[in-house]
């Protein structure tokens, strides 16, 4: 069946501007996450949405980085006004609703975001 | 704030030989471990979980990891590695949903 699929695959773009990456999870899947793989920092948590409730947003390293669920399936990623930082691999995931045990996690291809 | 740790960047072997590599994690609640294998181009999968029960785990592709509490490890094995297994390898914790990865281990396995 399909897997998550992320979109675009790479993106360039200059410092300053803004970038939307696109997430689309596996069929069924309630919980969506984002995470970044950089050289420097490896591989770190960004923010979580299950089903209706707040999303988590603890990992969003600042208020430049927000993340919208529509629908309770496709998520977009946006980086406002992008540094040289923002560079990295942007990972998304998704699993399954259930309380215990926790879920495991699919995850898509990647957006390789580059800042120049 | 949790953390894991794996104690090798780079690995390199000749097939056949066997692989070990190290995990640490920090957070001493309920325990959900997980190794995942991100192979050249691919991307991330699991290849084994642990939340409870034997601490010996088995995985795809003949890798296991050993639970051991009392240090706080989760050590990935595998007795004979193939070429095919060269990959980064990430250890990682889960609590609630989230995981916490640790630095990744490159394993380079020769022909």
């Known amino acids: 069946g399909a897997g998550v699929s992320q979109s675009p695959s790479n993106k360039v773009t200059e410092k300053g501007k803004d970038v939307e990456l696109r997430c689309d999870p596996i069929s069924g899947h309630t919980a969506l996450y984002w995470y970044r793989q950089s050289l420097g920092q490896g591989l770190e948590f960004l923010i979580y949405?299950?089903?209706?409730?707040?999303?988590?947003k603890s990992g969003l390293p600042s208020d430049r980085f927000s993340a919208e669920r529509t629908g309770g399936s496709v998520s977009t990623l946006t980086i406002q006004r992008t540094q040289q930082e923002d560079s990295a691999v942007y990972l998304c995931?998704?699993?399954?609703?259930?309380?215990?045990?926790?879920?495991?996690?699919?995850f898509g291809p990647g957006t390789r975001l580059t800042v120049l | 704030a949790q953390s894991v740790s794996q104690h090798n960047h780079h690995v390199i072997l000749s097939e056949a030989a066997s692989l070990e590599l190290g995990c640490n994690y920090s957070y001493g609640g309920t325990v959900n471990l997980f190794w995942y294998v991100q192979y050249p181009g691919q991307h991330l999968q699991l290849l084994l979980k642990?939340?409870?029960?034997?601490?010996l785990v088995k995985g795809i592709k003949g890798f296991e990891a050993e639970f051991i509490k009392s240090k706080f490890s989760f050590n990935l094995r595998k007795p004979s590695v193939q070429w095919s297994d060269t990959a980064e390898y990430f250890c990682a914790e889960a609590a609630g949903n989230k995981l916490t990865f640790g630095g990744g281990t490159r394993v380079l396995v020769k022909p």
């Open positions: 642990y939340f409870s029960g034997d601490p």
């Open positions: 949405f299950q089903g209706n409730s707040a999303p988590d």
């Open positions: 995931a998704s699993s399954l609703d259930r309380d215990r045990p926790v879920n495991e996690q699919f």
